[in-house]
Nanobody, 127 residues
Framework: QVQLVESGGGLVQTGGSLRLSCAAS????????MGWFRQAPGKEREFVAA????????SYAGSIKGRFTISRDNTKNTVYLQMNSLKPEDTAVYYC????????????????????WGQGTQVTVSS
């Protein structure tokens, strides 16, 4: 079974940047679409970004489009989320997830479509 471990979270000021990583063990991510989600206190888990198994066709939530970039390196079994121009409303626990049966050449945005989840990494943006 694939295990996902996120890292790179932390405390940053408004306007700052962070780069999250999601490393996999116990299997390869090569055939999976990958997504990033986040959950703020008292709120539901929401979609942030996703990418196909081949690294193309990234999709983004409207609230972060133009500020965040998802990428992957299948040779390292790792997915990344580069977050720039961070805002206080980006404060949340960020999770990566793997979709083991993605549609051809696209990625999905609903959490229930994803089969493997990491434990999350906290991102806090101070004002």
């Amino acid at each position: 079974q694939v295990q996902l471990v996120e890292s790179g979270g932390g405390l940053v000021q408004t306007g700052g940047s962070l780069r999250l990583s999601c490393a996999a063990s116990g299997g390869t991510l090569r055939a999976y679409a990958m997504g990033w989600f986040r959950q703020a206190p008292g709120k539901e888990r929401e979609f942030v970004a996703a990418i196909t198994w081949a690294g193309g066709n990234p999709s983004y939530a409207g609230s972060i489009k133009g500020r965040f970039t998802i990428s992957r390196d299948n040779t390292k079994n790792t997915v990344y989320l580069q977050m720039n121009s961070l805002k206080p409303e980006d404060t949340a626990v960020y999770y990566c997830a793997a979709d083991t049966a993605p549609p051809l050449m696209t990625s999905r945005q609903a959490p229930f479509e994803y089969d493997y989840w990491g434990q999350g990494t906290q991102v806090t943006v101070s004002s």
